[in-house]
């Protein structure tokens, strides 16, 4: 981290930045999702435990190699892919009239 907060309100500030960019960033991940959809033949196409594995397996090395803490960036991953995973589940049966 290079920069050193003077107060609570700064922290605040720059954690809002960062969430401003992540829900950003979830934004377009959400559409990636959304084309990925029409790729897949079948429900469990969509929910791929192999593929969830793989990336949670990319994500903690990223953890690791960032800084971050493995184990967080797992938890959150996993809930965050099994809400995505609900949200292709729903645009797959809109495509498939499933």
Same mark, same amino acid.
């Not at 377009?28 to 969830?52: E, I, L, M, N, Y």
């Given at each position: 981290?290079?920069?050193?907060?003077?107060?609570?309100?700064?922290?605040?500030?720059?954690?809002?930045?960062?969430?401003? =960019?992540? *829900?950003?960033?979830? +934004? #377009?991940?959400? /559409?990636?999702? &959304?084309?990925?959809?029409?790729?897949?033949?079948? %429900? =469990?196409? *969509?929910?791929?435990? +192999? #593929?969830?594995? /793989?990336?949670? &397996?990319?994500?903690?090395?990223?953890?690791?190699? %960032?800084?971050?803490?493995?184990?967080?960036?797992?938890?959150?991953?996993?809930?965050?892919?099994?809400?995505?995973?609900?949200?292709?589940?729903?645009?797959?049966?809109?495509?498939?009239?499933?």
């Amino acid at each position: 981290m290079d920069v050193r907060c003077t107060s609570i309100e700064e922290v605040r500030t720059r954690i809002d930045h960062i969430d401003r =960019d992540l *829900v950003t960033l979830l +934004a #377009r991940r959400c /559409q990636w999702v &959304a084309q990925a959809a029409a790729f897949k033949k079948t %429900t =469990d196409d *969509v929910r791929a435990p +192999a #593929r969830v594995e /793989q990336v949670i &397996a990319k994500v903690r090395g990223i953890a690791e190699e %960032t800084g971050a803490s493995p184990e967080v960036v797992e938890r959150v991953y996993r809930v965050m892919i099994a809400a995505f995973i609900d949200e292709e589940l729903q645009v797959h049966a809109g495509l498939t009239g499933k």
